[in-house]
């Protein structure tokens, strides 16, 4: 790896895990819903951090994501929110965001009809049901909620959570799609 993708990728990690600790601790990557629910968009920086620097930085962001609900959980849990003190509930779930994103991602990347903004969408969708799945199977298994429970949340809260995802990794990536068409044509019409 050159140093400018190094340096590149470095920006990438600190300014998403910058967001999502950011999110996690004054609650903003929590959209409030009904009956008390919160739709949340914490994981998203670790689904765009894989996609814009691949498997390492959205490891790197998936760990300040697993760790920052453990913090926060610890210090301002209440409820249900107390059994994300546990590792096995706030922070293997959120490293399992990435690889499952970069393998899929890498996979449609190399389908020559899919477009790059398609594939973001795709992977958002899937990285979002993973991080709730995961989760929520995490809590299920050490009793906090029920298996009735967990259909109902993946069925309404994770959908809407994955809707969120797709809207904003596709929004990213068109941008800088945008922005790499438009370098290219510059350089071109310079030359």
């Not at 601790?25 to 409030?32: D, N």
């Not at 949340?40 to 609900?69: D, K, M, N, Q, Y």
């Not at 107390?82 to 389908?111: D, E, H, T």
């Amino acid at each position: 790896m050159d140093k400018k993708t190094r340096n590149r990728n470095i920006a990438i990690a600190g300014a998403l895990g910058a967001l999502t600790i950011l999110f996690g601790f004054t609650r903003l990557g929590l959209i409030p819903w009904f009956s008390g629910a919160s739709i949340t968009i914490l994981h998203v920086p670790v689904i765009l951090a894989t996609i814009l620097a691949g498997l390492g930085v959205g490891e790197t962001v998936g760990f300040i994501f697993g760790l920052t609900s453990l913090v926060v959980a610890a210090t301002q849990g209440v409820g249900t929110d107390l059994y994300f003190i546990n590792p096995m509930v706030s922070v293997l779930p959120r490293l399992c965001i990435a690889p499952v994103v970069y393998l899929i991602y890498k996979g449609l990347r190399r389908i020559r009809w899919c477009p790059d903004f398609i594939a973001a969408g795709i992977v958002a969708f899937i990285g979002t049901m993973v991080n709730s799945a995961l989760v929520l199977l995490a809590l299920t298994g050490m009793g906090a909620i029920t298996f009735e429970v967990l259909v109902a949340i993946i069925t309404g809260n994770s959908l809407l959570e994955a809707a969120a995802a797709i809207i904003i990794c596709v929004a990213v990536v068109a941008v800088r799609d945008g922005v790499k068409g438009r370098r290219t044509k510059s350089s071109l019409s310079e030359e």
